[in-house]
């Protein structure tokens, strides 16, 4: 279980001066400013959930990473992992997190890729048998056999991210931190790293907090979402109502069997949902989902004819945290 209670994290920066010898001034100058990064965060996370961290740039998702796993400590408030400080208690917290940098890597740059899990399972100081297992599982699963003797400056960045996801379940942590993990990858390296992903959380039990961009990331993978705005939580649930709760309108297409008889709109004019075209056969209607179910839609519809197919578009998650904003 991971639980962090009214967390806080502020920088002090010093006060850029202007004009001439700035940097110098600005060394010497005793002013500052303080930057709220987190402001009051609280959250619960239990084992075996994958949840989705999210808000834009400079919300302060890396920095609560950071607290989470005892590289930054708050300025206030508390974290525990499994009942462990990150902070008091680093040894014990190490061993049950693997934490991943998109954006940095935790390998070795000039060294073969293998020597990185060599150093890393030192680190931990793993019983040999269990590392060799590991790693054999690992290398496996996420396709490394061919890049073993490779340095890891000669990587791909899809294949330097599968070897950081290793890297970071080399000692089997019961949790995963993830930070932009598929950051500056391509489509078909994203849904790579996403079915691992899947498969980390579903097969083998990881919980994972998961910080993107990519609203595809949380679509696919998170059940829980917590949205973060200048530091502050203002989302924590499931996408489902959070979609709702915004109100943007699912489109559905409806096709029937035969053509739709005229004055199918004065039928549907009362209705909760919109229609926004008719083409042929097909009645496109926008719902939302605050307001009605898809389910009564349908029953509304099947009414002017027999249903053949049905399409639902959901909303886009980027306009949804638009909206939120
Ligand atoms: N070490 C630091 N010193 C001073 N300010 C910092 C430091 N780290 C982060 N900040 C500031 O704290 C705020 C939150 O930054 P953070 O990196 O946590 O945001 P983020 O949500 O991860 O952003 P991004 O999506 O761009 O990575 C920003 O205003 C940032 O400039």
Redesign the pocket.
């Known amino acids: 279980m991971i639980i962090a209670h009214r967390l806080n994290k502020t920088?002090r920066?010093p006060i850029v001066m202007e004009g001439r010898f700035s940097a110098v001034r600005t060394l010497l100058s005793r002013e500052y400013r303080d930057?709220e990064?987190v402001n009051d965060i609280s959250f619960e996370i239990s084992k075996g959930e994958f949840v989705g961290y999210i808000?834009p740039?400079?919300?302060?998702?890396?920095?609560t990473i950071k607290m989470l796993c005892g590289i930054l400590h708050p300025t206030s408030g508390e974290v525990t992992i499994n009942g462990c400080s990150p902070q008091k208690q680093r040894q014990q917290v190490v061993r049950q997190l693997g934490v991943v940098f998109g954006q940095r890597t935790q390998l070795w740059w000039d060294l073969p890729l293998k020597d990185s899990f060599d150093i890393l399972a030192s680190l931990y100081k793993l019983e040999q048998q269990f590392f060799k297992n590991q790693l054999g599982v690992l290398t496996e699963i996420l396709q490394l056999q061919e890049l073993m003797g490779i340095p890891v400056r000669k990587l791909s960045l899809g294949q330097r991210m599968r070897a950081d996801l290793a890297a970071s379940l080399l000692h089997d942590p019961d949790i995963l931190f993830l930070d932009e993990p598929t950051i500056g990858l391509d489509v078909a390296a994203k849904k790579q790293i996403r079915d691992y992903l899947k498969q980390m959380n579903s097969q083998w039990n990881k919980t994972i907090l998961l910080t993107t961009?990519d609203m595809d990331d949380i679509e696919q993978l998170c059940s829980r979402v917590i949205v973060i705005n200048h530091g502050a939580a203002i989302y924590d649930g499931d996408l489902e109502t959070l979609r709702g709760r915004i109100g943007l309108p699912t489109v559905m297409k409806i096709k029937f069997r035969e053509a739709v008889s005229p004055g199918y709109e004065d039928f549907l004019s009362a209705s909760t949902f919109q229609v926004i075209g008719c083409q042929d056969r097909v009645i496109t209607v926008a719902c939302n989902r605050k307001e009605t179910t898809a389910m009564e839609v349908l029953n509304r519809m099947s009414k002017l004819g027999t249903i053949e197919d049905i399409h639902l578009e959901e909303p886009n998650f980027e306009d949804i945290i638009h909206r939120i904003y």
Do not use: M
């Not at 740039?57 to 920095?63: C, E, L, P, Q, W």
């Open positions: 920088f920066l930057v990064a808000g740039n400079g919300a302060g998702k890396s920095t961009h």
